[in-house]
């Protein structure tokens, strides 16, 4: 009798709105022809970040495993799975964790989760944007000490102001960054952004190219969202210089990875008043450290690194791995399929 062919399912995180529900898992098995076999991880696996971590139970599962799919691809899971793996995919949409000499050496096809995180990451920029739009953030610590305080509205050169009167400049267009453009556009900012592939954008974005580009959008950002991928060229992309180009009150939002803004410049701006403020999701270092100045800056509005959260997560990412399992079986090209060497 021949050996089935085997998937692998690594999902279940510890955190509970992170673990597959039993009915994806359904799903998925549901969608393998005869002749396969598909083998769950009840052991926790780790998906925070980009994934981590392969304990025992997981690297026997992997052993001569044709898919995988887990949070990120450990080294460990790829190596136990040896020649047989020719699919893995990652339910994270960063795979800077998984980019190890062997799998960018290799004709295994990865697959990851981008733009299934853009919904809920788009809102979350959304309501960074109106809390300091609006003056949340004075009320927020006007209440905490019992105060009723106007000033802050009240002054000739309150920062508080309509969205449409503003500029969002989006660093980074892929699913996140167009995801914020369809919002921001429909609130009636204007949408500017940089793209080094094209100069075509989506509808209601304006993309800037060419020499000095990032510095010409910077320059008209009253909110600078960054949502580019951890690249070897992204790292420190966002540091002193370029945010001198930032207005007077512009506001950065940072829900990437930490380490593409320079966060010892960033402290340095807001604390100088070159900035409005900033909004957080992502760190250089997570958890933040407790003696990070940016747990006391009043114009820093942190998250820790949930802006993606939502319970509908799994109806898109479990859509998107019948799909690609689909195109997998037929021989055609998969969704969300990695360039290994970009990075992304």
Not at 31 to 48: K, M, N, R
Not at 212 to 232: C, H, I, K, Q, W
Request: glycine share 10%; hydrophobic share 45%; with cysteine.
């Amino acid at each position: 009798m021949p050996e089935r062919r085997r998937l692998v399912v690594n999902l279940r995180d510890q955190r509970p709105v992170w673990a597959i529900p039993p009915a994806c898992v359904d799903e998925i098995r549901a969608a393998l022809p005869e002749g396969w076999e598909c083998v769950v991880v009840d052991a926790y696996a780790d998906g925070t970040g980009d994934g981590r971590g392969a304990g025992g139970e997981a690297l026997e599962a992997a052993r001569g495993a044709e898919i995988y799919l887990g949070w990120g691809v450990p080294r460990e899971i790829f190596l136990a799975a040896g020649d047989a793996l020719r699919w893995a995919h990652s339910a994270s949409a960063g795979v800077g964790g998984v980019l190890y000499a062997e799998m960018r050496e290799s004709d295994v096809i990865l697959t990851n989760s981008a733009g299934t995180h853009a919904e809920p990451i788009a809102e979350t920029v959304l309501a960074m944007m109106l809390h300091f739009a609006r003056g949340i953030d004075f009320a927020v610590r006007a209440q905490a000490e019992r105060r009723w305080d106007k000033s802050p509205f009240d002054a000739a050169d309150t920062p508080v102001r309509e969205l449409a009167d503003a500029t969002v400049g989006l660093l980074g267009l892929g699913g996140i960054g167009r995801a914020v453009g369809r919002r921001a556009s429909a609130l009636g900012m204007r949408v500017v952004a940089t793209r080094r592939s094209s100069a075509e954008g989506p509808p209601g974005v304006e993309v800037m190219t060419g020499e000095g580009a990032l510095e010409r959008m910077l320059a008209v950002s009253d909110y600078f969202v960054v949502t580019v991928p951890r690249t070897a060229d992204t790292e420190g992309m966002i540091g002193a210089r370029e945010l001198s180009h930032l207005p007077r009150n512009a506001v950065l939002i940072n829900v990437s990875r930490g380490d593409v803004v320079d966060e010892a410049a960033l402290v340095e701006a807001l604390r100088s008043g070159g900035l409005r403020g900033a909004g957080l999701d992502v760190f250089a270092t997570e958890p933040l450290p407790a003696a990070s100045p940016l747990w006391t800056l009043p114009n820093a509005l942190l998250l820790p690194h949930v802006s993606g959260t939502s319970l509908r997560f799994w109806r898109r990412e479990t859509d998107l791995i019948v799909a690609n399992l689909r195109r997998y079986l037929s021989g055609e090209p998969l969704l969300n399929t990695v360039d290994k060497q970009a990075g992304y």
